[in-house]
């Protein structure tokens, strides 16, 4: 994702502080500042979700209508197998939340 999008953020991997000092009250004060957040089926997703800013979420075979984060700008990305959710259709959902009307209104 960094070589598709140069200027993109990853601030929880750029910290000053180790991960583990990390807590959920600035994972979400992070992406309320976020244009664009993306997550797999975890705990973070439901977090940045929270935050009321467009995000993907990534699923394999866990069942996303039951487990996706709650959230206005929530979009669900789903595939049999993590392994089977291609790059190109990440990219290109990517490209088209961030580049479109959201990004716009971020």
Same mark, same amino acid.
């Given at each position: 994702?960094?070589? /598709? ?43 940045? /979700? $929270? ?18 984060p709650? $959230? ?22 990517v490209?088209r939340?961030? $580049? $479109? ?6």
């Amino acid at each position: 994702l960094q070589k /598709a999008f140069p200027n993109a953020l990853f601030p929880l991997q750029n910290l000053p502080v180790p991960l583990t000092s990390v807590s959920p009250f600035l994972t979400t004060a992070i992406a309320r500042h976020a244009a664009l957040t993306m997550a797999n089926d975890a705990g973070i997703g439901h977090l940045v /979700a $929270g935050a009321d800013r467009p995000h993907i979420a990534l699923f394999g075979p866990t069942c996303a209508r039951k487990n996706q984060p709650a $959230g206005r700008g929530v979009e669900v990305l789903q595939a049999p197998s993590m392994d089977a959710l291609s790059l190109d259709t990440v990219l290109a959902t990517v490209h088209r939340r961030w $580049g $479109g009307e959201e990004a716009e209104n971020a």
